[in-house]
């Protein structure tokens, strides 16, 4: 039997937080905390020493005009790739004000595109090793059919348990708006105190934006920062695809031409 109550749990718990309360949890908000709890212990993965993860900032550093009058860039300093608990004014996806956490990915790739940054725009991008072995809760549980699950009335205890997690993953990958922001990253930063009280590292989930997981570290002192690099996003793809029934429908050479994908490339 899965331990969560519905295949909708994750969402009936946000629903709780963002309207009703965000301290106390009794009822089925509670019953759903202790159900992540229970069930976070058979997704640890260990992480270990000497393994390495990239973490990305926009933005870089500049250094006076040299012999040539040049004005030479360079990556951001480690203070700046480091946080700080004195400058974390903001809560983010997993940590409170206040709390330095380290949001670090598993390829440089997804580093870079989780900053979202603009064309021709600098980011400095460092490596940071593991310094101990570690153990993260691994919220991804697989792919799943949307349509399967919109139609399924009465999902097996597995399939429950692969649409919750596969929620709360998606919930720490969301990108949020600066105006949402606050009650936006509540829930997921519940969830992160809640691994976090059963003896979890971090937390790990799915990038939404490149082919990646992004590694959540509750102790910036667990990575050492050994090299950093400045790069420059050079173009932007974007693949689209319809929704069904409502593509673009144009006649061409005395045809008809449904568009249910649309290509578009920065120049």
């Not at 250094?63 to 040539?68: C, L, R, S, T």
């Not at 919109?150 to 708006?177: G, H, M, Q």
Request: some cysteine.
């Amino acid at each position: 039997m899965s331990a969560f109550e519905t295949k909708d749990a994750y969402w009936d718990f946000v629903t709780t937080v963002r309207n009703e309360r965000r301290w106390i949890f009794d009822g089925k908000a509670g019953n759903f905390l202790a159900a992540v709890r229970a069930a976070s212990k058979s997704r640890a993965q260990p992480l270990k020493s000497g393994r390495r993860l990239y973490r990305a900032q926009v933005g870089s550093a500049f250094a006076p005009e040299n012999e040539m009058g040049i004005e030479e860039e360079h990556p951001y300093p480690e203070t700046r790739m480091i946080p700080d608990p004195k400058c974390i004014k903001n809560g983010g996806r997993a940590n409170p004000p206040g709390f330095a956490y380290l949001y670090l990915a598993t390829t440089p790739e997804t580093a870079l595109a989780e900053m979202r940054p603009w064309v021709r725009e600098s980011l400095t991008l460092a490596i940071f090793e593991i310094q101990q072995n570690i153990k993260l809760v691994v919220c991804q549980a697989g792919t799943e059919d949307w349509e399967e699950r919109l139609f399924e009335e009465k999902p097996s205890a597995d399939n429950i348990e692969k649409y919750v997690w596969n929620d709360i993953s998606k919930a720490f990958a969301r990108p949020v708006s600066r105006e949402d922001q606050e009650s936006a990253y509540l829930p997921t930063q519940i969830l992160a105190e809640a691994f976090k009280a059963e003896g979890f590292d971090g937390l790990a989930y799915r990038s939404g934006l490149e082919r990646g997981t992004n590694v959540v570290l509750f102790d910036v002192r667990v990575a050492k920062l050994t090299h950093r690099f400045v790069y420059t996003l050079k173009k932007v793809q974007y693949d689209f695809e319809a929704v069904p029934n409502y593509a673009i429908y144009r006649r061409k050479d005395g045809g008809g031409e449904c568009i249910t994908e649309i290509h578009t490339e920065s120049p």
